[in-house]
């Protein structure tokens, strides 16, 4: 699989393999419009399994028929793409789903063949996602073995510690038990990633079941953990409404796990600043204005200001987010919030961003940054003779030795984060170029289909997220640092984020899963050093194709 994941999911070996050939996959078919798939099995006298059932009697189990059915449906989970919401799973039955099996023609050891046909009855995505289907299977043109109900589900080996528990569940979503009041769980949360909304906020919503739509980010990148309260109501939208949510952070988190020193990402801290702001703007009806169209949320801009460094392992967040602005014209949504972070009830992050909610015609038509100019990266305008550049892969053997791996034995946290936060894959340097002679960097991304922020981001409408944008900004200033050498000799150092210390950004356009590459561009304006610590700041911008698209000014990066 993809990225090294869910090795477990595929297909059995060729002995026990009970299918030859998929002969038809209609996505759309069956009774409930979800998917029909047919099947053949070619049956041979002296095939394995004759002999083992029975002696003298010999005829085709009829469970491992049934065995050629759960292998179609592994085969159409994986063709939907459910794995790309799991890391390491393996297939497991639906649990409390009643099954019914009918066994009425044998089907004997001679030359023959089997067709298959599932009928997809339902599929889900909560709480893991699944598959239920009937299971028709035909021997010389007679039904031979019906199996109704036939389900498999996508369970996680180790499963993630909000998973763990097993009570109290709602629905089979972990609920973590809380001493205070609670207006919408983890339960409901989940709903808005995955699930009908209308279980999140109520029939209202039952318009947008079955058309895609803005959700909440979902599994990795689902940071909200309840809603405590909000003054807002629905379809009022010019009060000044405030919500306040929580999220737990976990102190074995996966960006702590993958991340070169257990520090939050920055990204991580966006998003924890800005799902709320998107939440409260579900909350109030924001697309029930305009029911008929599908609109999709977009961050445009914002500030976050990093008042300082906080260990948040293990801690619970609470943010306070307001819609300040609210405008709908002509099917389209603007709307301000600020927001504001703080842990044992002390602030520590605060900042406002500016949403849009945009029809997919309007996605397609965004001109960039520069009103559709093409602006070409600084490295390109400069005269090839003159620039004295460096430029590699990261995962050549300088970019493994030299990037993520410690080359100072006094720092061993001083390295690239790895895995799902590797974000880059080539970068030139230029010691003292860029826009302030200070140093530049650009990089870029291969863009991949498979990547996995593209299902946690949105689920009907993947986007990589913006604020990974932003990190991987920050990962070149990273890979300026170490290929220049810029920390050496600090001891007992890593890469965290500079506080107090204020960015901006602004998006006019998204990196989608049909997109080749990401290019990025890094043009340092300070660095500062002491004997124990170094700060470098930096404004920087990314493109899509020919297009700016995003711009990040101060950009702050602290060695310390």
Not at 281 to 295: E, M, N, R, V, W
Not at 337 to 347: H, I, K, R, T
Not at 369 to 375: K, M, N, Q, S
Not at 495 to 513: C, D, E, N
Request: aromatic share 10%.
């Amino acid at each position: 699989m993809p990225n090294g994941r869910n090795p477990s999911l595929r297909l059995p070996p060729h002995d026990i393999l009970m299918l030859d050939r998929i002969t038809r996959v209609d996505r759309q078919g069956g009774s409930a419009g979800l998917g029909f798939i047919e099947a053949e099995k070619d049956l041979h006298p002296d095939d394995w399994y004759f002999p083992c059932h029975f002696r003298d009697d010999e005829v085709l189990a009829g469970s491992l028929q049934a065995e050629g059915g759960s292998q179609l449906l592994r085969f159409y989970m994986l063709l939907l793409g459910m794995q790309r919401l799991t890391k390491d799973a393996r297939f497991q039955p639906v649990l409390n789903v009643p099954q019914k099996v009918r066994c009425r023609k044998e089907v004997p050891a001679k030359v023959g063949k089997l067709l298959y046909q599932l009928d997809i009855r339902e599929i889900g995505l909560v709480p893991e996602p699944y598959v239920i289907a009937d299971l028709t299977i035909l021997y010389e043109g007679q039904i031979a073995v019906f199996f109704e109900n036939l389900g498999l589900r996508l369970q996680e080996k180790d499963q993630p510690s909000y998973q763990k528990s097993l009570l109290p569940r709602q629905e089979g979503i972990y609920v973590k038990p809380v001493d205070k009041p609670v207006l919408l769980n983890e339960f409901h949360i989940t709903q808005l990633a995955l699930g009908p909304v209308s279980k999140c906020f109520g029939e209202e919503y039952d318009v947008f079941e079955g058309r895609a739509l803005s959700r909440q980010p979902n599994t990795d990148l689902q940071l909200i953990s309840r809603i405590l309260s909000t003054t807002g109501k629905r379809h009022v939208f010019t009060n000044k409404p405030v919500m306040v949510s929580e999220y737990d952070v976990p102190a074995d988190a996966w960006f702590y796990k993958q991340n070169a020193a257990p520090v939050m990402p920055y990204s991580i801290l966006m998003e924890i600043g800005l799902q709320p702001c998107g939440f409260l703007g579900a909350y109030l009806g924001t697309t029930l204005i305009f029911p008929d169209k599908d609109l999709f949320l977009r961050n445009l801009d914002g500030d976050g200001n990093l008042l300082r460094p906080v260990d948040l392992r293990g801690k619970t967040i609470t943010n306070r987010v307001c819609l300040l602005s609210h405008t709908a014209l002509n099917g389209t949504i603007l709307q301000r919030y600020d927001f504001e972070l703080s842990v044992d009830g002390q602030p520590f992050y605060q900042g406002s961003a500016s949403f849009g909610c945009f029809t997919k015609e309007d996605l397609s038509n965004q001109i960039g940054l520069d009103r559709g100019a093409h602006v070409a990266l600084w490295y390109k305008t400069q005269p090839a003779d003159q620039l004295n550049r460096l430029s590699f892969k990261l995962d050549s053997l300088f970019g493994r030795m030299k990037l993520f791996r410690s080359v100072n034995p006094a720092s061993p946290h001083l390295h690239l984060a790895s895995d799902q936060l590797a974000l880059l894959d080539h970068a030139i340097v230029v010691k003292e170029g860029g826009h302030y002679g200070k140093g530049y960097v650009f990089a870029q991304k291969s863009i991949q289909p498979h990547n996995w922020f593209f299902t946690c981001h949105f689920y009907t409408d993947p986007v990589m997220p913006g604020s990974l944008g932003v990190e991987s900004m920050l990962q070149a200033m990273q890979v300026f640092v170490l290929q220049q050498g810029l920390a050496d000799g600090l001891a007992g150092v890593s890469f965290q984020q500079a506080a107090p210390h204020k960015t901006v950004w602004k998006y006019r356009g998204q990196i989608l899963s049909s997109d080749p590459d990401m290019n990025l561009e890094i043009h340092i304006k300070t660095i500062e050093r002491t004997h124990e610590s170094l700060l470098l700041t930096a404004d920087a911008s990314l493109w899509k194709g020919p297009l700016r698209i995003y711009a990040v000014t101060d950009l702050g990066l602290l060695v310390r």
